[in-house]
């Protein structure tokens, strides 16, 4: 049944005109769990809750540290991507979509008693996530899009990041410290986009706030090639803080909605904002 409805989905993303095509995640659970609970020193697991968004819980499930961490040479996607692949044929390029290194920093997945500081976690994630693009890109993936719901987090100004450890500035300086740690070396043909967004469950959102607290950090300095942003209504803020996405460097940037349609503007016609 899945592999039926990824060749549906992507003939029709191909019949439509897009050059890059995904699978819609049809083999996933969950965006981000499945990926994360085969990575090397987590694991999946049944929490008493699950995630909370405005109006609604998801499904219990989330993953958890439980030694040290390395990229699974068998991990599923590996298997998944190449299949995928093979449905697409040559017809356009096969987006890999991953959740970002940076969600296994959320609170309540690292285990303190294995990872006592901090920067030694990050630097194992760093390293998996290095060992993953290559494995992929080994596999044929030439572009891979990173879904960033944590670093969306660190804007919102309701969520309380700082629990009296770690401030919300050096944890925004860590996100940027991760992700670039990931792309450093990365093959130049492999594109790698980062997509925010502020939580999507049942047309339901998990937090609010704009980019400000983040932009100049993130978007002025994440080594990515593209941005996909969410901006659904006032609660996503205004596109000011757009203005720190670099001239150079990044091609383009791209504003959506999971849940209306939205005034799309390309990097070039930004740079006025």
């Known amino acids: 049944m899945e592999t039926t409805e990824i060749k549906r989905i992507v003939d029709k993303q191909i019949e439509v005109g897009l050059k890059a095509v995904t699978d819609g995640e049809f083999r996933r659970t969950f965006w981000h769990t499945d990926f994360m609970a085969h990575i090397n020193g987590f694991e999946g697991y049944t929490p008493e809750t699950g995630y909370r968004f405005k109006n609604v819980e998801t499904e219990a499930y989330d993953v958890r540290n439980i030694g040290k961490i390395s990229f699974n040479d068998n991990h599923p996607f590996t298997k998944d991507f190449t299949?995928?692949?093979?449905?697409?044929?040559?017809?356009a390029v096969p987006k890999l979509t991953i959740p970002s290194p940076n969600q296994f920093f959320n609170e309540g997945i690292r285990d303190e008693a294995i990872y006592p500081d901090l920067e030694d976690y990050a630097t194992d994630v760093i390293q998996a996530y290095r060992d993953a693009f290559k494995t992929f890109y080994d596999l044929g993936a030439r572009y891979i899009q990173i879904d960033d719901v944590y670093i969306a987090g660190l804007s919102s100004p309701d969520i309380p990041f700082n629990d009296g450890q770690y401030s919300r500035e050096y944890l925004i300086d860590l996100a940027l410290?991760?992700?670039?740690?990931?792309?450093e070396g990365k093959p130049e043909d492999l594109t790698v986009t980062t997509h925010l967004c502020r939580g999507n469950y049942q047309s339901d959102w998990a937090f609010e706030g704009s980019y400000a607290l983040i932009a100049p950090t993130l978007f002025a300095k994440e080594k990515v090639d593209g941005f996909f942003l969410e901006y659904d209504d006032d609660r996503s803020g205004s596109f000011q803080p757009l203005e720190h996405i670099p001239l150079a460097g990044q091609e383009w940037c791209s504003v959506s909605s999971p849940r209306k349609t939205v005034n799309s503007k390309t990097k070039k016609s930004l740079k006025h904002v």
Do not use: H, M, Q, T
């Open 177 to 183: 410290r991760v992700a670039n740690g990931v792309l």
């Open 83 to 91: 299949e995928f692949k093979e449905i697409v044929g040559g017809r």
